[in-house]
């Protein structure tokens, strides 16, 4: 396993983080089966996998429970586990949000889920625009000062509220966001325009979520096929990246994993490894021959010339950079 330090901190993760999102339900394209979930998690932390990521709402607190139980039996002080506040866990008027109440009330509930005494980094997952941002920061604040809270982090916003928010706490002497979690994989490129020029600006950590575009860029669908399976025969989100320009990046993928005998998953998962500003993907495997072939990623090498391959079908949407002349 290779490791890399989280942003600009101190804290060792693994370059591919196992998400969590998919135990505990049985939704289609979720795992409702304990004991695959388990087994999972075991496989990941035997490979070397020391980052877990799960939240409060994936599947109301189960994938939390989960991810206690796997960790019991292991040497907590080497695991970077991460959960998430914000997403309604009840019909209360405090169930949701970013008040100083419910972030804190939160993440009592997930320390009891995951059955640990502190969470390595706790992030915020979405922006709450009803709470002084003030009020989440000092809240954060507290959890970190009284030890149940090592580093806070930051998922899915457009960069003028991620970016406000790191001078705010540089302004008013609070923790920082050392974290971002933003959609990133070779079809859904959109941060390039927002967040993520903030991030290696601010030596922020980024875990992209999604890395597969939903099973898109592992190859599992074609062109001509109308999806009886996976999560494009039920989300319309996931269908929607059926688009001419999408299957022309598959296309670059598929050509370049048979040039380098590997998976179209492998090539689109080194493809993240090997942007700058990427710090490690997050995988979301449901059996263990995807594990293993995720695993498999951080064996593969892209040339700069296959790396422009798979960026050139994507039209940018943004103003391209100003050079030095």
Sequence with gaps: MEYTRLGSTGLEVSRLC??????????????????????????????GVNFLDTANVYSQGESERIVGDAIADRDRSELAVATKVFGPMGDGPNQSGLSRKHVIDQCHASLDRLDTDYIDLYQIHRFDDDVPLSETLAALDHLVEEGLVRYVGASTMPAWKFTRALY?????????????????????????????????AEGVGVVPWSPLAGGFLAGKYEREEEPASGRAATDEYTAARFTEENWAVLDEIRDVAAAEDATPAQVSLAWLLQKDVVDAPIIGPRTHDH?????????????????????????????????DT
Excluded at 18 to 43: H, K, Q, V, Y
Excluded at 188 to 196: I, M, P
């Design 18 to 47: 196992l998400g969590c999102m998919n135990f505990g339900s049985d939704e289609p394209w979720m795992i409702g089966d304990e004991a695959t979930s388990r087994e999972l998690l075991d496989a990941a932390m035997d490979a």
């Design 291 to 323: 594990l293993t072939e995720n695993l498999g990623a951080l064996d593969v090498s892209l040339t700069d010339a296959q790396m422009d391959r798979i960026d050139a079908p994507i039209t940018p949407r943004w103003p391209a950079p100003e050079k």
């Design 168 to 200: 705010q706490a540089d302004a008013e002497n609070h923790e920082r966001f050392v974290s971002m979690q933003p959609e990133y994989n070779a079809v859904d490129r959109h941060e390039e325009a927002n967040v993520l020029p903030a991030c290696e």
